[in-house]
């Protein structure tokens, strides 16, 4: 288990990581984030594990992960955004983590709409925020980050579209390392996000995400939806042209079924 002290040995940063939780084992660092973010805790707070035993996924799933193998992390941030504003922060985490991971690996990092991090195609990062909101403004957002570091074995089920990092270098990899670089690049793009400047980070994702053009299914509430992903609204909606005209989704799961 590694301790806060290594984690925060050699971390060049000034807001993301200036305080950290560690745990062994926990119920959620996302949840655990929340109760501190409610006692008023100041942006930047990390709160890492090595394990969870009720890791929350999107959509209500669950997120599983091996012990002592990946990354589990929550971060604490306050940024100063209006409510229409917040869905861009899934942008800004996706693009700070793309960036982390393609230095890290030197593979092309791909995003996938809403907020999946693919290598070769296969996700292995996922991130889920949670947000409260005062009246207009944002209160405190968790950005809870999911990595597949250097688990080899996955469920059957989830083997033809989920991968780790070590599955697609064939080699371990540096847990703390990747870590530290991942909160520099989160500490480095946040300046953007302080002062609601999104469109370096939009272009960013866009160019890193490859189904524009495409047929999808997006999948959400029991129903399904089918058309061509034509690209992002401008607070991150997905706009999809079906036969009964343009729509947009918010939530959802895509799946590309023609190129
Ligand atoms: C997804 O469904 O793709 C999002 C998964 C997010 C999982 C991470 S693991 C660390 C943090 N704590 C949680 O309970 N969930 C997020």
Redesign the pocket.
Known sequence: MYSKEELLNGLKTSVVGTKMFVFESID????CAKTLAETGIEEGSVVFSDY?TQ????LG?S?L?QREKNL???CILRPPLLKDQTGLLTFYAAVSIARALETFTKLKVDCKWP??ILLNGKKCC???LENSFGKEQLDYSIV???INVNQREFQDDLLSHATSISRELGKEVDRKKLFQTILRELDLLYDDVRNGRFSRIFLEWNNRCSMFGSTVTVAREGTTLIGKALGLNSDGGLVIETPNGKEIVYAGDVTVISV
């Open positions: 959620s660092t996302n949840a969870q890791g929350r996924g999107r799933r997120w992960s589990l992390f929550s907020n999946d996922g991130i889920l809870g980050v999911g």
